[in-house]
């Protein structure tokens, strides 16, 4: 037998092995972590858009000496509130591509799909070690055992890389959140407040006049809502969008290269 053989020998058995390995157990949990805060993260972004659209529909009225004076905190909270809809929007679409990941990855699993592959390269291996079979027949065969090893690995790759990734960028994510939580705090309690002055709380002046303080502090914190949201948008495009496009890439130049 020559090194060739030896080495496709050796693929064939490779191949043989991964068709009995489970990858349910190994890759589930990460999955399931990774979907797990990937809600976290649109729950907090559903409530911040809640409480943006409470105050959207606040105006506050200031009449210091007579002088009117009207306050819109929806103008302040527009950019914010739209960049969160978009950020919703990514969330959802992460959590069906999690979803979606989970399903292929238990379908990967199943115990019919992992005998036709066990079968598939047992009955290769035999082809390729017999002289009668032809040469193009046996390669035909050697690289469709590969390519359904690959993409039986696939999804548990990906998850792992994934996975991986958004472990190693958990601190930078948990300020951002952090970040949007303050901002929904600062924008509910300002809520809370425009509704005591609309009520006739805020009888004395210098309470009304507090008020645009207050509505340029929650400027402020929904300046820093936005830089938040767009690094969490950064990064789950990276980790969802990107990561899984470059990785599919990776693996077809590698199938596109394969001399056998």
């Not at 058995?13 to 068709?19: G, K, N, P, S, T």
Request: proline share 4%.
């Amino acid at each position: 037998m020559t090194n060739r053989q030896k080495a496709m020998t050796a693929v064939f058995f490779l191949c043989i092995v991964l068709a009995c390995v489970p990858m349910q157990h190994g890759v589930g949990p990460q999955l399931s972590d990774m979907l797990k805060v990937t809600l976290t993260v649109y729950a907090m972004a559903r409530g911040l858009n809640a409480v943006i659209s409470v105050a959207q529909g606040t105006e506050m009225s200031i009449e210091p000496m007579g002088v009117g004076l009207t306050l819109t905190p929806g103008e302040v909270l527009d950019p914010l509130n739209d960049l969160i809809e978009q950020f919703s929007l990514v969330l959802l679409l992460a959590s069906a591509s999690i979803g979606v990941q989970q399903i292929v990855l238990l379908l990967g699993d199943n115990w019919v799909i992992r005998l036709f592959m066990l079968m598939l390269a047992v009955s290769s291996l035999l082809a390729y070690l017999l002289p009668a079979v032809p040469p193009k027949a046996k390669l035909l065969l050697l690289r469709l055992v590969i390519v359904l090893t690959v993409l039986r690995l696939l999804i548990p790759g990906l998850a792992l890389l994934s996975h991986q990734t958004q472990q190693w960028l958990q601190t930078e994510r948990q300020a951002a959140v952090s970040v949007l939580a303050s901002t929904q705090s600062s924008v509910d309690e300002f809520n809370s407040e425009s509704q005591q002055q609309s009520s006739g709380w805020f009888s004395d002046l210098r309470d009304r006049l507090d008020i645009q303080a207050r509505l340029e502090k929650v400027q402020q914190r929904a300046e820093q809502g936005v830089e938040a949201a767009v690094y969490l948008l950064a990064e789950f495009l990276l980790i969802m969008v990107l990561l899984p496009l470059l990785f599919a890439w990776l693996l077809l130049r590698l199938l596109s290269r394969l001399r056998l």
